[in-house]
T-cell receptor, first 115, second 108 residues
Framework: NAGVTQTPKFRVLKTGQSMTLLCAQD?????MYWYRQDPGMGLRLIHY???????AKGEVPDGYNVSRLKKQNFLLGLESAAPSQTSVYFC??????????????FGPGTRLTVL | KNEVEQSPQNLTAQEGEFITINCSYS?????LHWLQQHPGGGIVSLFM???GKKKHGRLIATINIQEKHSSLHITASHPRDSAVYIC??????????FGKGTRLHILP
């Protein structure tokens, strides 16, 4: 099993450009999350999904959109990138009904720079 | 005030020392998590606990629900333990709130 994968690993954008980050998990998890990690700050929740076709806002949703058309994929979109969105983005997933049902499994991260 | 506070922010110790990292939280929780982030950036879950104590190898995690406090201990620390350790609290909803992390550096 690959676990949680993220594409791409690195990206440099110019202000105003758009892009989509892809998160995929092969553990049949219901819950998926997008976080951003900035220096001196803890991981902050951008958006999350509790199942296929559902999404919800987290702590810092502005400037981002998400979609969960398939259970295994969770996409994070930046419509018009801004320098403030320079960050490392982590995707995570967790399942239900497992022995450690509340454990989150993290992807390797995407380092995004907006110039 | 952050809902999850960790101390210390940075910790340097000699190999073999007993390490303690503390976490206090102000929210009602269903579980408390300890995560490890390696210098390469990957994040792995170490423990999830809602009461008492858990042990895995040289790592021990404890939680006191009444005092809203948790500790992560590392016995016989080793340079490979050098990482950022993150405390996180999951509430009754579907979200997790993270602390800012403790950067641990073990000197050989």
């Amino acid at each position: 099993n690959a676990g949680v994968t993220q594409t791409p690993k690195f990206r440099v954008l110019k202000t105003g450009q758009s892009m989509t980050l892809l998160c995929a998990q092969d553990m049949n998890h219901e819950y998926m999350y997008w976080y951003r990690q900035d220096p001196g700050m803890g991981l902050r929740l951008i958006h999350y999904s509790v199942g296929e076709g559902t999404t919800a806002k987290g702590e810092v949703p502005d400037g981002y959109n998400v979609s969960r058309l398939k259970k295994q994929n969770f996409l994070l979109g930046l419509e018009s990138a801004a320098p403030s969105q320079t960050s490392v983005y982590f995707c995570a997933s967790r399942g239900l009904g497992q022995r450690r049902y509340n454990e989150q499994f993290f992807g390797p991260g995407t380092r995004l720079t907006v110039l | 005030k952050n809902e999850v506070e960790q101390s210390p922010q940075n910790l340097t110790a000699q190999e073999g020392e007993f390490i303690t990292i503390n976490c206090s939280y102000s929210v009602g929780i269903s579980a408390l998590h300890w995560l490890q982030q390696h210098p390469g950036g990957g994040i792995v879950s170490l423990f999830m606990l809602s009461s008492g104590k858990k042990k895995h190898g040289r790592l021990i995690a404890t939680i006191n629900i009444q005092e809203k406090h948790s500790s992560l201990h590392i016995t016989a620390s080793h340079p490979r333990d050098s990482a950022v350790y993150i405390c996180a609290a999951s509430g009754r909803d579907d979200k997790i709130i993270f602390g800012k992390g403790t950067r641990l550096h073990i000197l050989p």
